[in-house]
């Protein structure tokens, strides 16, 4: 089944040392993101690539950094995570530049839930 | 700044009672989606409404898109403890979702 997996469900780090989430995908979707979402919140974008150009949110720490090597993974790092940085990481993808309808509709991965020390 | 306010923000029911979820904008939107998400999880698409008036079911849960494109709502009929979990609106924005505050429901058997 076509689907969007994220590595690891559950990733523990201690305060400042760098961490990397990674995200692959079969459905083969031109545009991939990359959420955070804390407790009962709504998620978060904080930056996506559409192909390989990327777009940072203007709110989006720099502590967090994101590359896409090719079409199907993407990878988040958090440089220096902070205990504010505790989080569920959501990645998504989706068919993308349309003016709406069904080429926007999201494709959500399970999640890694981030615990910082 | 586009914004999508959510009501009610939590909703305890018990099983076999009906809700209605509203999700408001100032704003115009192309489309709308609905997601819900289980604890622990990634959100799962729902529904996606595309014209104003629009009305989709999905069997016990009728999704309205409003005639200005700017609201939408969601009704769950005879609600059951698997339709526990959070309700997110998200007005679509060209390659980005706006996400709506969310909705929590838990139904009780």
């Known amino acids: 089944d076509a689907m969007v997996i994220q590595n690891p469900r559950y990733q523990v780090t201690q305060f400042g040392k760098p961490v990397t989430l990674s995200c692959s995908q079969t459905?083969?979707?031109?545009?991939m993101y990359w959420y955070q979402q804390k407790s009962s919140q709504a998620p978060k974008l904080l930056f996506h690539y559409y192909d390989k150009d990327f777009n940072n949110e203007a709110d989006t720490p720099d502590n967090f950094q994101s590359r896409r090597p090719n079409t199907s993974f993407c990878f988040l790092d958090i440089r220096s995570p902070g205990l504010g940085d505790a989080a569920m990481y959501l990645c998504a993808t989706s068919r993308g530049r349309g003016s709406g309808g069904l080429s926007n509709e999201q494709f959500f991965g399970p999640g890694t839930r981030l615990t910082v020390l | 700044t586009q914004l999508l306010e959510q009501s009610p923000q939590f909703l305890s029911i018990q099983e076999g009672e009906n809700l209605t979820v509203y999700c408001n904008s100032s704003s115009v939107f192309s489309s709308l989606q609905w997601y819900r998400q289980e604890p622990g999880e990634g959100p799962v698409l729902l529904v996606t409404v595309v014209t104003g008036g629009e009305v989709k079911k999905l069997k016990r849960l009728t999704f309205q898109f409003g005639d200005a494109r700017k609201d939408s709502s969601l009704h769950i009929t005879a609600a059951q403890p698997g339709d526990t979990g959070l309700y997110l609106c998200?007005?679509?924005?060209?390659?980005?979702?706006?996400f709506g505050t969310g909705t929590r429901l838990q139904v009780f058997p």
């Open positions: 998200a007005g679509v924005n060209t390659d980005k979702l706006i």
């Open positions: 459905l083969n979707h031109n545009v």
